[in-house]
């Protein structure tokens, strides 16, 4: 091979390696979408590392990337985002190029043929002896080829004495028959763009089309249009998986989070994943035993990277006291996203009467105080007012405020007093 | 365990087909091997992705391959290479089969039968340490909206018409005729809506499935054929897209960029720290997206289209200022 061809190379291993530099990237382009060369000089990308990344991504992306020209001339990468245009697909694209050892891959393979029977059963000593060959992968090699192709759920090992025995999985989809592969095919296609991660929903997706293949079963194709899917979210994809993985555990977590600055954050017990579906955010909601104290907290998902699992800590927290704490920090919430039960908020509205049905499906703790012609009035405790705003700006002409504490309506008069002179509206 | 599942590599699948079908006693040369996976692998587009691995392949001494005659490789071992589906997408199937929806896709029997299936593996159910939180509550996933799910879903599987009447806020439409396209879901609403053709109109149309009373199976024989869904989706485009200004305050770029994400977009920076974001919609979405530009309140500025600009100066004469009635004090 060439000097060149093996630097070029050596370049795309390291792009394929390096997942967290091409995340934040894909980040900026799927939100962003004009982002020149320059921008992304300014966010520490150097002008070759910018060429590098872009005719990489092109490559392997191919119809899901465009590139867009702005109106100074410059150029700029954008994601093409329709309903048919499946985002999911070009991040598996790029996961389905992810840099492996190709010696550990194809010991892996090795092992995997030796498991042709579903029956057959072997020791780690068993799997050492059938590679008998001049150039065989070492003891090492193969003992972590079955460690991961166990942790991956491929293999099962059952310990009998001092001895381990592996033999393969079972498959719930095996033997099923095509009319309920098609509707599982279906319910997958539909929850991955339901539940998160919607990286193993299309996993299994995957799986079962390629079962139907298997069976000369006709090909699925998906019935689904999805509105308010947010497509970023499948960015953090990776670190949603390891916070689900700590719960289970019961492990504590730390993580560098990138708030106004980035900073690390340690000992926080992961409890839950709170999706907002009006706003695509996703939350981590914990409890912070930092010096052991036991507060909740609320992080946005979007801005943790590299989570990883510190084990479990002194005292963990029982699925009550979680539940509990969850609760009472959400529970004056109604899009779950502000936890300062501390600081509850009592807002009275006047409401027409057509909105009631709907302001009482919105705010679950809402009471009706009395009717005034074509108004009701009800009060509602929120943990922030900042949260009725969205809804409050949307409804206008449907809602009177009748009270609520002075500083936060003056703030709101003072918003819709803006929002007239935006658009030359007399007070 | 990691997120990502290296044996769902492009490469890894293509050498599991290969090595399957020599074990099946298809007689392959080296280079026909090459072409297989290169092809499989869609190699020719990036090249040097695949080269580390295809080097493998060309210097593997007998862990796969026995390439002793070029002509007609042997496989080292014969079995056929098969995974069962991954611990990930185990735990993924366990969620979707506690999920409240699954009833629209699967009977009782058969969610008990995986269910069953998965058991043995005693598999956390991950899905509830998740809370999604919804605008409304949705539809309810009564018997009754499972049989329209199925009779809608069976009508595009097998591009067939249905009757139905539908409940607007007009009134009860009968014996409507249309041709079922897409199911579709909103998140944010929890409900579903079907995208249809109706040859009377000579346009799509879309209904909440809730409303639908009394769906059934048309005959197909009497109405004409359907252009399909992306050719009438096309037409539907608006012809301008909607300009705005982001303030930059309280986050709203950002919360602009990522609650529009589903849609057709791009952000300009401007010289002030303001953006300006151009979106491309279809029509049908124009009411929806309207509202969510109200709830940026003065954040969001619309610059374009005039008709838009018109609209929220509409709502914002609707509002009517802070009253106090009788028994309620300020503050």
């Known amino acids: 091979m060439k000097r060149n061809d093996m630097e070029r190379n050596k370049k795309q291993r390291d792009f394929i390696k390096n997942f967290t530099e091409i995340l934040e990237f894909l980040r900026i382009i799927f939100f962003y979408g004009c982002y020149t060369q320059e921008d992304y000089k300014k966010q520490g990308i150097s002008k070759s590392r910018y060429y590098q990344l872009t005719a990489n991504l092109k490559s392997v992306m191919g119809k899901y990337l465009t590139e867009v020209k702005l109106s100074s001339g410059q150029k700029a990468l954008a994601f093409r985002k329709d309903m048919f245009t499946e985002p999911h697909k070009a991040l598996l694209e790029l996961y389905s190029i992810k840099s492996f050892t190709a010696k550990h891959l194809f010991t892996s393979l090795a092992i995997m043929q030796m498991f042709s029977q579903e029956e057959v059963c072997f020791t780690a000593a068993d799997i050492k002896n059938e590679f008998t060959q001049d150039k065989v992968p070492s003891d090492r090699t193969i003992e972590r080829c079955i460690d991961h192709l166990t942790e991956h759920g491929f293999l099962q090992c059952e310990r009998k004495g001092n001895k381990k025995f592996y033999t393969r999985s079972s498959d719930p989809l095996k033997a099923l028959p095509e009319s309920i592969l098609l509707s599982l095919a279906a319910a997958a296609d539909f929850h991955c763009n339901v539940i998160p991660p919607a990286t193993c929903g299309h996993y299994l997706l995957d799986s079962i089309k390629r079962r139907l293949n298997e069976n000369s079963a006709p090909a699925y194709e998906s019935q689904f249009l999805f509105k308010h899917y947010h497509l970023g979210q499948i960015l953090d994809d990776g670190v949603l998986w390891t916070l689900l993985q700590a719960m289970d555990a019961q492990e504590i977590v730390s993580f560098l989070y990138k708030g106004k600055k980035e900073h690390t954050i340690k000992d926080i017990y992961p409890c839950r994943i709170i999706i907002n579906e009006e706003t695509g955010r996703q939350y981590l909601f914990g409890l912070n035993l930092y010096e052991n104290r036991r507060e909740p907290v609320l992080y946005r998902i979007d801005k943790i990277r590299t989570p990883e699992m510190n084990g479990k800590p002194e005292k963990p927290a029982d699925a009550e006291e979680i539940q509990q704490l969850y609760e009472t920090a959400l529970s004056h919430s109604f899009t779950g996203v502000f936890c300062r039960p501390e600081k509850l908020t009592e807002v009275v509205l006047a409401v027409r009467k057509e909105l009631y049905p709907h302001v009482l499906q919105y705010f679950s703790n809402a009471q009706y105080e009395e009717a005034e012609p074509d108004w009701m009035h009800i009060r509602i405790s929120v943990n922030h007012f900042v949260e009725l705003k969205p809804w409050l700006f949307r409804n206008l002409g449907e809602i009177r405020i009748l009270k609520a504490p002075e500083d936060m309506l003056a703030d709101f008069e003072q918003d819709i007093r803006e929002w007239r002179e935006i658009y030359g509206i007399d007070q | ?331």
């Open chain 2, 1 to 331: 365990m990691e997120l990502i599942n290296e044996y769902k590599n492009r490469y890894v699948l293509a050498l599991s087909a290969v090595l399957n079908r020599l074990s099946n006693g298809k007689t392959l040369s080296k280079s026909e091997i090459y072409a297989e996976i290169q092809e499989a692998a869609g190699v020719e587009k990036h090249a040097a992705f695949g080269a580390d691995f295809l080097e493998h392949i060309r210097s593997d001494t007998g862990l796969l391959f026995d390439f002793s005659d070029n002509t007609r490789v042997q496989p080292v071992r014969n079995g056929k290479i098969q995974f069962p589906i991954s611990r990930g997408e185990k735990l993924y199937l366990l969620m979707i089969l506690n999920s409240k929806y699954i009833p629209l896709f699967l009977d009782q029997s058969e969610i008990e039968s995986l269910r069953h299936a998965l058991e043995k593996e005693k598999l956390p159910d991950m899905s509830r340490y998740i809370s999604v939180c919804p605008m409304r509550k949705g539809d309810d996933i009564t018997p009754e909206f499972i049989q329209k799910f199925r009779l809608v879903q069976k009508a595009i599987r097998e591009n067939r018409y249905i009757r139905y009447d539908n409940q607007t806020r007009q009134g009860l439409l009968k014996g409507m005729l249309s041709r079922p396209l897409r199911i579709e879901f909103s998140a944010a609403d929890q409900v579903f809506r079907i995208s249809m053709w109706n040859p009377a109109e000579g346009r799509a149309v879309k209904a909440n499935l809730r409303r639908m009373r009394n769906v059934q199976a048309a005959e197909t024989d009497t109405v004409q054929p359907v252009e399909s869904i992306h050719k009438i989706l096309s037409s539907r485009q608006a012809s301008e897209p909607i300009c705005l200004r982001i303030r930059n305050r309280r986050n709203a770029p950002e919360r602009a960029a990522l609650l529009f994400s589903m849609y057709d977009t791009t952000m300009k920076p401007l010289e002030n720290g303001d953006w300006l974001m151009q979106l491309r919609y279809y029509e049908f979405d124009k009411q929806e997206i309207f509202r969510h530009i109200l709830s940026f309140g003065p954040s969001a500025e619309v610059l374009s289209p005039a008709e838009l600009i018109e609209e929220v100066q509409t709502h914002l004469k609707q509002y009517q200022h802070f009253s106090v009635p009788q028994g309620y004090e300020k503050g």
